[in-house]
């Protein structure tokens, strides 16, 4: 059984400061989703990695897969209210696979 | 609006009751899926339905089952459920292998 464990937990920080957020697995993954799930909603998707080494960038997120592509984290800079919830990392164990692998979650808070 | 809707919002049962949560989509993706999200833990595979066939049964127990009359609708029957079964039940869509699901906004189930 893949797991994906994140880290950390749960985070409450200041607006305006920077985190960053693990995701960390003993499997390889072929490619590795990010998503934000906010109260009384569910998960959305914010991206795909699927190259070793990659990073993407979505104005203030910034996303990396690891080079062996068994990790992944995001990190986000100056951090606002509206980044407050639930993100999920979630692995595709191999090409073509229906089941995704979804981590522990955090839950990060934003305090204005 | 991410095209995948599920009703109710929420549920209240009884340990005895029947009852049916519906998931509805517009995306004409070919693959849904039921997952449970309780506190605490990850996001649990429950099922999967890929052309309106049941793919993966991931060890759920028989008080649960689900219902894929066609590619735009999935039901879960539940019957007999315990308290630990509380939990919100999300249901998602995928377009093809590989690709990002899309998510409902769950149904928040309470088990009295």
């Known amino acids: 059984t893949q797991l994906l464990e994140q880290s950390p937990q749960f985070l409450s920080i200041q607006e305006g400061e920077n985190l960053t957020v693990y995701c960390n697995s003993s499997?390889?993954?072929?490619?590795l989703q990010w998503y934000r799930q906010e109260p009384g909603e569910g998960p959305v998707l914010l991206v795909t990695v699927v190259t070793g080494g990659e990073v993407k960038k979505l104005k203030r997120l910034t996303f990396q897969f690891g080079d062996a592509r068994k990790d992944s984290s995001l990190h986000i800079t100056a951090a606002q209210p509206g980044d407050t919830g639930l993100y999920l990392c979630a692995g595709y164990a191999n090409f073509g696979n229906e089941k995704l692998t979804f981590g522990t979650g955090t839950r990060l808070t934003i305090i204005p | 609006e991410t095209g995948v809707t599920q009703t109710p919002r929420h549920l209240v049962m009884g340990m005895t009751n029947k009852k049916s949560l519906k998931c509805e989509q517009h995306?004409?993706?070919?693959?849904m899926y039921w997952y449970k999200q309780s506190a605490k833990k990850p996001l649990e595979l429950m099922f999967v339905y890929n052309f309106k066939e049941q793919t993966e049964n991931n060890s759920v127990p028989s008080r649960f089952s689900p219902e894929c009359p066609n590619s735009s609708h999935l039901f879960l029957h539940l019957h007999t459920l315990q308290p630990e079964d509380s939990a919100l039940y999300l249901c998602a869509t995928q377009g093809g292998a590989g690709q990002p699901q899309h998510f409902g906004d769950g149904t928040r189930l309470s088990i009295l």
């Open positions: 499997s390889v993954f072929s490619s």
């Open positions: 995306l004409g993706h070919n693959a």
